[in-house]
């Protein structure tokens, strides 16, 4: 039974910083494409980084420049760093893992997905 787990969210001011972890679990993903995506409250889940197998990264264009997604295949754990924090970026945000090396940002694109982790950024 294939697992995403989050953690790392929490409460954080402005400008702050927040490590996000993803661990997967069931099976490997170092073939795989995997990203993350948030929700907001009142909003729909949009995508906001995704690593291909083949190391290639890319961004949503609100967080570009202050979140950096990393992974680790030995760990089959993905990373999102987050620095400079903003009131908007407040969100549930998920994990998701696909069955092919590429992704893109719509989430019908991804087979598996975690249960999410809340962020707070008060202002």
Known sequence: ????????????????????????????????????????????????????????????????GRFTISRDNAKNTVFLQMNSLKPEDTAVYYCAATERGFGGRRMNEYDYWGQGTQVTVSS
């Open 1 to 64: 039974q294939v697992q995403l787990v989050e953690s790392g969210g929490g409460f954080v001011q402005a400008g702050g910083s927040l490590r996000l972890s993803c661990a997967a679990s069931g099976r490997t993903f170092s073939n795989n494409a995997m990203g993350w995506f948030r929700q907001a409250p009142g909003k729909e889940r949009e995508f906001v980084a995704i690593y291909w197998s083949g190391g290639r990264t890319y961004y949503a264009d609100s967080v570009k």
